[in-house]
Structure formats: C-alpha cells, structure tokens
C-alpha cells in the first residue's frame, strides 16, 4: 500500500477581509494539478501514483454560513490518514487544525504567510481569515507555531504573538540557507502571500518583499519529522495571470505531499 494523502477542497471566502475569490481557487488548483503542462515528478524524486497516492474527495459542500466550520470539521475527521485542504481563505486552517489535534494531541505548526494572522478580531469577524492564529493559539492546538515570510506586523499582531510564544521569522530577516528545526509532529499551512507578487499575483493582499517559490520548496524538501497535514490557501483566481498562480499552488500541493509520504516511510 502506497503511502497515501486525503486532499479536500473547502471552497470559502466569506471570512476574507478585502476581496472575495478564495473560494474558486480549490477548482483552479486541481485543474493545475491534472494539466499536462507538467508531470507527475517531486524534486525528491518520487512521483504521484508511483510512489505516493493522491486521494481526492472532492469539494466539501460549504454554504457560507456559520455551520461551515462544523462541516470542515466532519470532513477532515472523515480522512484516516495526512490530510491536505485546499482553501480557501485562511480561516479554514482553524477549524482544519481542531480536529487534527483532537486525533494527534497538540503539534507544531510551520506557517508561511505575508501575514501572522493573529489578530484578536478584524471587522468584528472573530473567525476572520486574520484571525486563525489567534484562535489555534487560544485553543492550545500547537505546541510550536513557526511563522515565516512576514512583512506586515502592526502593534496589535506584536502583542499576540508575544503572548502566544509565537516564533516569527521576518522576511527581512530570513535568508536561503535558513531552515526550521521541529521534534514533534508538524502541521504546515502555506498561505500563498508569503510568496513576492512577482511568483504569485493571484492572491487577495498584494504584500511586495516577500519569498520565493524557491525558499518554500527547499524548506519543505528538508522536513524531517511526521507531517499530520496542512493546508495551501489564499489563492485568488480571479486575481491571478495566465494561471500561473494556479501553478505555483499546484506545485506546493505536490511538493507538500511528497513531503509528507516520505516522512510515513520512516
Ligand atoms: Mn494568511
Ligand atoms: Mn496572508
């Protein structure tokens, strides 16, 4: 039996702050995923139904009311093994990690994102996609959140991480050698405004300074502990050019996945 990874769609944006559109990315990035622009292939080496299995649910049926969260919880509770969900906006990595650390005990967490995610509330919206951090946080589900890429820290976002421990590594600050150190178990959520616009425009929040789709691939190329899960979110199809953003998330999905399936082997 092939190592093999649960990917759902959570077609969602009604938690985004400034544009919809998150909510067609899942579709996008499966069309990507298939397209025969590219193939099969990891940069490990391992490929998709040779080495590893992709189990596809489909799109989970989400109604943009307060009952979603329920929903996603019932979805990923569903999926035996490591899960990947395409968001999305990033609200849905809270009710995704809940039901992880309910199976798996508290984990530690790598986030890539513009952004930290952490604020109390934005726009009243306490289940805002600002906001997931915040509330995993809260909620004792991480051991260890490990934020990089960030370029947009506020007073308010500084306080919570401080009060939260939370590990942040600037974009200023991080260079192409740097790489995170985990011991326990590790759930990863890629946000795709942690990538410069120039790699990914078709996201929501155009934040300039940011990372390479080079940078993320190599960190995720030398995880080496269990990997539960994570998710890919934020895309904005409406907002991308030529696809290329589609692309570049389709590309993580696999790269996440061949990440995960060679730290079942161990
Ligand atoms: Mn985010
Ligand atoms: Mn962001």
Redesign the pocket.
Known sequence: MLPTITLIGLPTDQHSSFLRGPALAPAAIRAALASSHGNSASERGTEIGLDFLLDDRGDIGLQEDVGDDDRIRAAVAACSGPVIALGGD?AISFPVVETLAARHGAFDILHF???P?LYDELDGDRRS??SPFARIMEGGHAQRLVQVGIR?LNRHCREQAARFGVEIIEARHLHDGWRPKFERPLYVSI????LDPAFAPG?S?H?PGGMSVRQIINILLDLDVPIIGGDVV?MNPTRDINGMTAVVAAKLVKELAAAIAANMQR
Request: aromatic fraction near 0%.
């Open positions: 990033h994102d513009a952004h995610d996609h600002a947009t946000d795709l405004d942690a996201v929040h934040e934020e």
